[in-house]
């Protein structure tokens, strides 16, 4: 039964991969291999291109004889990336799937349901915790010289990370299924929870930036503090260098948390996963609405979706926070930043436009309601399909909101770079310019994406928002896009200036942001009609 | 009002609906019978356009679905056999989203919900978000927004799945009360003794192939529209 299920919950995450709704058929298998191989190709850039920096930085510490803390650094990172991530994910996905009912009706046991859920949550944080902690270990490998036993305790420390992301998701998940039972306005107040999280979360990151920078240059002397006061997080670095003693004590307590976890979601899963929960009864008073355009109606019903789901909210529209987060962090300390970019950069004229249009593109990147949202109709489509509107004003419903969302901060974010960094009047203009050109990019980059095999037939929303092919790309294209951006004007481009640089990327972004217009509107439209 | 020529669903190499004719004339209450997969709801979602069809004419009020969808989309009103709305919003908004798209003013949708709502007993619960409804409420739900701007044609597909005696007895009436007033329903329907004291007309579809068509007598004859349906089958698998 459980080979079943587990079968059954990979169908659902892998299904674009095997399937391909556009044509109603399977793929074939060099399509599926190719798909992968995609994915694949996207989680290692995203693996190499930030964590394998990450690593890289602070590698002193393995030359410095302080593996151990290089581990429990990148473990701690894994550790909060993966927790951090999942745990939303991890509550609908224990609690909130659509097929409860049905597979809670059937003669399985809730272990057996559990597992699989479990499963799914086990590989979200894998995911997120192996983009940490699998360049860790290969960086590692760099510096010290290579033992199959230093080898497999490595490999065994990447499991354990990601078992302990598994415990702490579940836990986390737990008290939000906890909570949101007990409170009214669930999405909202996940939301505000979530966004407390998230500023700590870049709290904590921006003064682990000036930590770890210290630690670097006083590695010995926290070591050591580190070692006597908080031991456990000795064992857990010092677990991944070959010392099996050490592994075995972090394995045990790993296991004995699991274990933990286990109980307690077993006791209460059959409670959480069939309540209804707290309902505020509003009664409804008669009022005169006002009568509204077709397109004001599709965009507003895309706005009530956006903002029902704190897990749409929070994994598709967490842009909107970092742009104004950045824009006000600007304003502060602007201008403490201005001499060190201008320092850095001495020898890259016009490094600092291309930074800043970079910069706010991937904040821009962040923002991509619009990839999911074709999907996100699921079972609604046939509303869609049988009213009198056309597949073009839908699409454009859900690109409008993803503009709507994001044009505000991203101006906010411009005009604080304007105000803040040294810049010539050209290149300020092309600080707006870019960035908000990028933006319609970037959102019907997203859409076209969403257009390809979106998978209907979902039973839990997280599989469209966090786990689609379209999605991934949509996200990782546009911090690959604003990576190369600022990245190859360092490397050669300030040689043509800042002005032609930004020029040439802004025409090029705009042709073939038009293309991608174009698409939606013919075939995009086409291809919604048939699914 | 509706005219279904020659209509052919494939799926693959399996035939949902072959060469399937049909002529449904303002004022009739017009009922689709056949078994489980026989192809009812494949031809319901091709009039309504949601399902792309392989060959043969649609028309709605003498316009070309494949020519105009908008206009022929804009006469009618389509209940799926499981009302699955917009669980995200309150029943009132998601009336409001119907209105705006049909272009109801804001005094018509306000009188009609009123009136549908009361109808139903459902006024009460409008505010409340559609997830909080039971299948029955959303089905009334989805009744009402097919109501609420005054289709030409409304296709059901089962619609009395889910509704309580009352609510079905209240939208019997009303399905008679809007053919009487020059509009036409098609609907699919399990329950034999509602199509046979419901309907003006009747279609069996067995395999996609339209089997019997025409006014409930001549249809049935003497007999019950059950024996005749059974009857047929009986014969169709033989």
Same mark, same amino acid.
């Given at each position: 039964?459980?080979? %079943? ?37 996207? @989680?290692?850039?995203?693996?190499? $291109? ?73 590989? @979200?944080?894998?995911? &997120? ?10 960086? &590692? ?74 630690? %670097? ?105 970092? @742009?104004?987060?950045?824009?006000? @962090? ?19 004229? $016009? ?111 997280? &599989? ?22 600022? $990245?190859?004007?360092?490397?050669? $481009? ?38 | ?160 799945? !889910? ?19 020059? !509009? ?23 395999? !996609? ?17 059950? /024996? ?6 009986? /014969?169709?698998?033989?």
């Amino acid at each position: 039964m459980l080979k %079943l299920l587990i079968r059954k919950q990979m169908m659902e995450i892998f299904r674009s991969y095997f399937y391909n709704a556009k044509k109603n058929t399977a793929r074939s298998k060099a399509s599926t291999i190719l798909m992968f191989l995609f994915f694949g190709a996207l @989680m290692t850039f995203l693996a190499v $291109g930030m964590f394998g920096a990450l690593s890289f930085s602070l590698s002193s510490m393995i030359d410095a004889g302080f593996a151990w803390f290089y581990f429990a650094l990148m473990g701690l990172i894994a550790l909060l990336l993966g927790a951090f991530g999942a745990i939303f994910s991890t509550y609908t996905g224990l609690y909130l799937a659509k097929d409860n009912d049905l597979l809670l009706a059937m003669p399985i046991s809730i272990h057996a349901i559990m597992t699989s859920r479990l499963l799914s949550v086990y590989l @979200m944080g894998l995911m &997120y915790s192996a983009v940490v902690t699998i360049p860790a270990v290969v960086i &590692y490998f760099f510096h010290v010289p290579f033992t199959v036993s230093r080898l497999i305790c490595a490999l065994l420390w990447i499991l354990l990370v990601s078992l302990i992301v598994m415990v702490l998701s579940c836990l986390l998940g737990y008290a939000v299924a906890r909570l949101s039972l007990k409170i009214k306005r669930k999405s909202l107040v996940t939301t505000v929870l979530a966004l407390v999280g998230i500023g700590l979360y870049y709290f904590l990151y921006f003064r682990a930036i000036d930590l770890v920078q210290d630690m %670097l240059v006083n590695v010995a002397i926290y070591g050591e503090k580190i070692k006597g006061a908080a031991y456990g997080l000795y064992l857990f670095g010092q677990s991944a260098t070959g010392d099996w003693l050490a592994l075995a004590i972090v394995a045990a307590v790993v296991l004995a948390a699991c274990i933990v976890t286990w109980l307690v979601l077993q006791r209460s899963f059959l409670k959480v996963a069939t309540a209804t929960g707290a309902v505020a009864q509003v009664k409804y008073t008669e009022r005169t609405a006002r009568q509204q355009s077709i397109s004001s109606a599709l965009l507003k019903k895309e706005l009530a979706r956006f903002t029902s789901s704190s897990n749409y909210m929070l994994n598709c529209g967490l842009g909107v926070l970092l @742009m104004l987060l950045a824009g006000v @962090m600007l304003l502060i300390k602007g201008q403490a930043l201005v001499p060190v970019l201008s320092m850095l950069l001495a020898d890259r004229p $016009g490094a600092v436009a291309a930074l800043a249009c970079a910069v706010v593109c991937m904040a821009v990147a962040s923002n991509d309601m619009a990839a999911p949202s074709v999907a996100l109709e699921g079972k609604n489509l046939w509303i869609a399909k049988s009213l009198p509107v056309t597949s073009w004003q839908v699409l454009r419903a859900k690109l409008d909101l993803q503009l709507l969302l994001t044009v505000v901060p991203t101006l906010f974010l411009c005009v604080c770079l304007a105000v803040t960094l040294p810049l010539s009047a050209v290149e300020r203009v092309f600080v707006f310019l870019l960035p908000l050109i990028f933006m319609v990019f970037s959102a019907c980059l997203g859409l076209v994406m969403g257009l390809q095999n979106p998978n209907l037939l979902w039973t839990n929303e997280i &599989y469209p928002i966090k786990q689609s092919l379209g999605v991934t790309v949509a996200l990782l294209g546009g911090w690959a896009y604003a990576a190369a951006l600022g $990245g190859v004007y360092v490397w050669v $481009g300030w040689k043509l200036g800042a002005v032609i640089y930004l020029g040439i990327f802004s025409i090029a972004t705009l042709i073939i942001a038009g293309l991608l217009y174009l698409w939606l509107k013919k075939r995009g439209a086409a291809a919604f009609e048939a699914l | 009002m509706l005219q279904i020529e020659h209509l052919t669903k494939k799926f693959g190499e399996k035939v949902a609906v072959d060469d399937l004719s049909l002529h449904i004339a303002p004022g009739e209450v017009y009922g689709f019978i056949g078994h489980n997969g026989a192809g009812k709801t494949t031809t319901l979602r091709s009039v309504v356009g949601i399902q792309q069809f392989d060959a043969g004419r649609i028309k709605i009020d003498g316009i070309s679905l494949q020519d105009d969808p908008m206009a022929c989309k804009r006469r009618l009103a389509y209940i799926p056999d499981n009302p699955d709305l917009y669980d995200f919003m309150t029943g009132i908004k998601y009336l409001n989203f119907v209105a705006d798209v049909f272009g109801v003013s804001a005094a018509d949708r306000q009188e009609r919900i009123h009136k549908y709502g009361d109808l139903f007993e459902l006024t009460d619960d409008l505010a409340q978000p559609i997830s909080t409804y039971s299948h029955g409420m959303k089905q009334k739900l989805a009744v009402i927004s097919a109501w609420l701007h005054q289709p030409r044609l409304i296709l059901m597909d089962e619609p009395f799945v !889910g509704l309580d005696p009352k609510a079905s007895h209240i939208l019997k009436g009303m399905m008679r009360e809007f053919c009487d007033g020059g !509009g036409a329903i098609f609907f699919s329907t399990h329950v034999l003794e509602v199509a046979e004291k419901l309907c003006d007309k009747v279609a069996i579809i067995r395999h !996609g192939k339209l089997i019997r068509s025409g006014t409930m007598e001549e249809v049935k004859g003497d007999d019950s529209l059950e /024996e005749v349906f059974l009857e047929l089958e009986d /014969e169709e698998s033989c």
